[in-house]
């Protein structure tokens, strides 16, 4: 499991280790694990050339020490110092390793100018191969100042490599208000935080590398399931087990009008996961259904309801229909305007922002922008696990646990995808996993098997659903 801590968790765990160690061991262990990433970015050290963005706090420490790591190295090393404030220790490591000092463009005495009156003012700029940003770790505030926004403009195009979170972005809710840096990479201490995998902050991640330096954590409020931890999870037949034993997911998706939903949910659904899938929907419909599953049966008992889109004036009546059963549900599409009858019952809903946004009456923007809070917020006020879909799927419990997607790619935003992960999810309720696992192994299942699938080029929803036994296949092996 990746675990994701907050600002505050990692500050108490911060004192608890500064208490037991000697001055400055544990920036040292950070600038180390920095140093190391950065070389590694770079590939070699001889004749590479390093800006650091350097800020008034640790965050800028760590880049100055790493500084003076990878000067000894044989990098040529420069430091911008941002803010007179930067750690004198640092900056004096820099220069006993061979770093230097820029002298500052004076950007905060004229903070309106624009950019392109300072570019001169840096030498060389095109030949610097990384920027190290350490403005600001977990001690800032959202945004940046003048002085940075107007440093990374001039140096727009080289490659960035943030110390621990990209500096300008909402570290505990990965929001995105100001200016940020966009980092190719992140390298992060002692865990990751909020804003390494709740978007939009995490698209400014880049790729994300965590240096241990012996924090003692907590259980974290956010965190994102790893291959072993679904396979961990998947359901495997008892020896004795029959079809019943193993579960039964019924559909209720698609109508004679979109046959296509009913036909991409069951393919999810009959992923091998569930002991049977049952179809309870237009005739029409499950003529199509059983042509491409010939061992979907028709309406009986079922361990977990899946109510789907395309269900045209229908959905209303489905929802309740499967309320009365009494079993757990997924509700997603047309049908999550109903979502209210199923108010406190194992719920799963599934929307995306838009979809999010009409149950809780705001803006499509404004979940897209704050994902984590409108997740958490439906999922309390629904009672209900809800999995709100994008780039880093977000399912939130209601007690506000968290668990976000890192899987998928982005040929995944294609029509009847979420069709697959319903039935897909639906099939894991049936089998027994409850609303949370269920739900965060079905979208981490899903998003690896539409990355299978697009290996060999674009990829449609039906692709995903073939690709998964294949994925399936790999983890209960382990
Ligand atoms: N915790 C750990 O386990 C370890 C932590 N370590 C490292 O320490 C980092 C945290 O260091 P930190 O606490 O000194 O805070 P940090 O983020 O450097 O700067 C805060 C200062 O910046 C300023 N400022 C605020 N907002 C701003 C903005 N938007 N734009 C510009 N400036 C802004 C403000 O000062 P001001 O200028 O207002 O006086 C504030 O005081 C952490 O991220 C990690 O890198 C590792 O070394 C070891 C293990
Ligand atoms: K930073």
New binding site residues.
């Given amino acids: 499991m990746l675990h994701a801590h907050t600002v505050e968790q ?2 108490a ?2 004192a608890d ?1 500064l208490a037991r160690l000697p001055e400055g061991a ?2 040292q ?3 180390a694990g920095l140093a190391y990433a950065v070389l590694d970015f770079l590939g070699t050290a001889y004749g590479r050339r390093v800006l650091l963005l350097v ?8 880049a100055l020490y790493a500084g003076a790591l990878l000067a000894r190295r044989g990098v040529q090393v420069e430091a911008w110092l ?2 007179d ?1 930067a750690r004198a220790a640092g900056v004096d490591a820099l220069r006993a390793a061979g770093g230097t000092v820029l002298a500052s463009p004076p950007i905060g005495q004229r903070p309106h100018a624009p950019a392109s009156e300072f570019r001169g003012l840096v030498p060389n700029r095109a030949t610097f191969d990384v920027v190290v940003d350490g ?11 003048p002085e ?1 926004t107007k440093a990374l403009e001039m140096l727009a195009g080289i490659p960035v490599v943030a ?3 990209p ?2 972005v909402d570290v505990d809710t990965g929001e995105t208000d100001g200016p940020h840096v966009v980092a190719d990479l992140t390298v992060t ?2 865990t990751h935080k909020t804003c390494h995998l709740v978007d939009p902050a995490a698209r400014a991640c880049g790729a994300v590398h965590l240096v241990d ?1 012996g ?1 003692d954590l907590p259980d974290a409020p956010v965190e994102a399931l790893q291959a072993a931890d679904v396979a961990a999870l998947l359901p495997r037949p008892a020896a004795d087990a029959h079809k019943y034993t193993r579960g039964v997911v019924g559909v209720r998706a698609g109508s004679a009008t979109y046959p296509g939903a009913a036909v991409l949910s069951v393919s999810g659904a009959a992923c091998g996961l569930a002991g049977m899938v049952r179809y309870d929907g237009d005739p029409a419909a499950l003529d199509q259904v059983r042509a491409a599953h010939p061992e979907v049966v028709g309406p009986g008992r079922v361990q977990a309801w899946v109510v789907g889109s395309g269900s045209d004036a229908g959905a209303e009546d489905a929802v309740r229909r499967s309320v009365a059963d009494d079993v757990p549900l997924l509700i997603d599409a047309d049908a999550l305007a109903f979502a209210d009858l199923a108010r406190g019952r194992a719920t799963v809903l599934t929307p995306h922002a838009g979809e999010l946004a009409r149950l809780l009456d705001v803006e499509r923007a404004q979940v897209e922008a704050r994902m984590l809070e409108h997740a958490r917020l439906a999922a309390r006020r629904y009672d209900a696990v809800v999995l709100l879909k994008g780039r880093h799927t977000v399912v939130a419990r209601p007690d506000g646990q968290v668990r976000v997607t890192t899987t998928g790619t982005p040929w995944l935003a294609t029509a009847g995808a979420g069709d697959v992960l319903g039935g897909l999810v639906g099939a894991l309720l049936a089998a027994g996993l409850d609303p949370f696992d269920a739900a965060s192994a079905g979208s981490w299942l899903h998003g690896a098997a539409a990355t299978l699938a697009a290996q060999d080029g674009p990829i449609v929803a039906s692709d995903v659903a073939a690709a998964l036994p294949v994925v399936l296949g790999s983890l209960v092996g382990t």
């Fill in positions: 990692v500050r765990a911060e280790l544990l920036m262990r950070a600038a800020g008034s706090g640790d965050n800028g420490g760590d941002l803010s404030a403005i600001v770790g977990i001690g800032g505030r959202p945004g940046l100042r940075a110390v621990d979170t500096s300008g201490f002692g330096i924090l």
